[in-house]
């Protein structure tokens, strides 16, 4: 009895990953999307490094100056579903991400799989990312491959079950995957621009967005603050009633981490701003004018 | 009967026990108060510099140096007696400081001295120009930085 059981279910549980497998495309990306890259523009993947933010999860803990550039990973996140570490995505061949194909890194920024097909944690803020030009992605492919090599291993993630079973991610993303820009209403120029740096790239709504029970961000609540996941306090929101500093002073804000009263930043904005103050002012503008018109 | 005079006897000594645990919190708020004081004076300081840095206000080499020398000073006042044990965020709820800065002591030390040699360099600097004043600036707002990311609470 109980083994007819455990059989069945055992076939079952199979039969629905065959079934997975068989409804989500094993390469997303098409030849038709990598035939349309231009090779990649360095500049303006430096650009979308520091808009990005990678460098905030994927360097050591504590880094600062040129050691950002190396992004070894192993930065730890205790969640509620158990402790993720940043990967190496240094261009080590064996370690990093030195061998993967520019298909491959677009695959995994965009559609959130690693270079084996199956599905990667949304830590790695892929539903972000799947947002962003995939011209910008080739670009950052670029600029990452010219960054320096470091052979740390990356650390498998420590989670509790059944969140370590990863093509249970599969569901996850046919759910958040696809959902699109949070702010659908009508935008200035500006502010669309700004809309795409925070949205696509610098993944803002991470931390200052309260999330639903599976972890994804709440785009009804979007950027009204939410409980600090590294600690006691609260993230601030943003939102116009709320941060109520002119549109200069926010843009001023990201660059050299004073508020309009000249306290500094705290926490992990400390590093966000290290990330910001590498982008043109009219960039940081963009994103003080999307705060503002946010609704 | 026994059992639940005994239990009333150890509920007020527990009680009394938690009273007396927090004393010390009421005691350090001095302390507490006295370092936010010292934040709030290197904020009206840098404030005048960050102004004239944004552009918002002109630069005034007289008044930056005023504003650095303060800062400089503030930088040389030693920290003995700011941070004592127990006055870290539980103490009040307008306080920041997270308990890691009692376990990471000498980080956090090393940490306000780099504020100095920032706060020192931005000295020397401040008085010669816009532009010299600027580049001092921002070594000062990242030993700011630093000391926050790890040490303070976020709102």
């Known amino acids: ?295 | 009967m026994t059992f639940s005079a005994s239990f009333t006897t150890k509920s007020i000594l527990l009680a009394a026990a938690l009273a007396m645990a927090g004393l010390p919190a009421i005691a350090n708020e001095g302390a507490i108060g006295a370092r936010q004081g010292q934040f709030k004076i290197m904020a009206l300081n840098i404030g005048v510099l960050g102004g004239m840095a944004r552009g918002t206000v002109e630069y005034d080499a007289a008044q930056a140096q005023i504003a650095a020398d303060n800062l400089a000073a503030i930088s040389q006042l030693n920290q003995a007696f700011n941070w004592p044990e127990g006055s870290d965020m539980m103490a009040a709820t307008t306080n920041r400081a997270l308990p890691a800065i009692w376990e990471n002591q000498d980080d956090f030390l090393a940490k306000w001295a780099a504020f100095g040699t920032a706060a020192t360099g931005l000295q020397a600097a401040a008085g010669n120009g816009l532009e010299a004043m600027q580049a001092a600036l921002g070594p000062v707002g990242g030993s700011c930085g630093a000391c926050h990311d790890a040490y303070r609470q976020p709102q």
């Open chain 1, 1 to 295: 009895m109980w083994k007819k059981l455990i059989l069945s279910a055992s076939l079952a549980a199979f039969g629905g990953f065959l079934l997975i497998w068989a409804v989500f495309p094993r390469s997303p990306i098409t030849a038709s999307t990598m035939a349309a890259l231009a090779d990649p523009n360095l500049e303006n993947g430096a650009r979308v490094f520091w808009a990005g933010g990678c460098a905030s999860c994927h360097a050591a803990n504590g880094a600062e100056g040129e050691a950002r550039l190396i992004l070894a990973g192993g930065r730890a996140f205790e969640t509620e579903f158990g402790t993720f570490y940043a990967p190496n995505i240094s261009p080590d061949a064996t370690a990093g991400i030195g061998d993967w194909t520019m298909a491959q890194f677009l695959r995994a920024m965009q559609h959130g799989r690693g270079p084996n097909g199956l599905p990667l944690y949304p830590a790695f803020p892929y539903t972000a990312y799947r947002l962003a030009d995939p011209q910008d992605m080739a670009d950052l492919y670029g600029y990452l491959q010219s960054l320096p090599a470091d052979p740390s291993l990356s650390r498998d993630h420590d989670l509790t079950f059944p969140f370590n079973i990863r093509p249970a991610l599969f569901f996850w993303q046919a759910l958040y995957l696809e959902r699109g820009y949070a702010v659908t209403a009508p935008l200035s120029d500006e502010a669309l621009r700004g809309r795409y740096l925070v949205e696509a790239l610098a993944h803002c709504g991470e931390c200052h967005t309260s999330r639903g029970a599976l972890g994804a961000v709440d785009h009804g609540a979007w950027l009204r603050g939410a409980p600090n996941p590294s600690g006691q306090g609260r993230i601030p929101p943003l939102t116009p009633d709320e941060l109520t500093w002119p549109k200069d002073e926010i843009a001023a804000y990201l660059n050299d981490g004073f508020t309009p009263s000249f306290d500094s930043a705290g926490g992990h904005m400390v590093d966000v701003i290290r990330n910001m103050a590498m982008l043109q002012p009219d960039d940081r503008a963009a994103i003080a004018q999307y705060l503002k018109e946010l609704p």
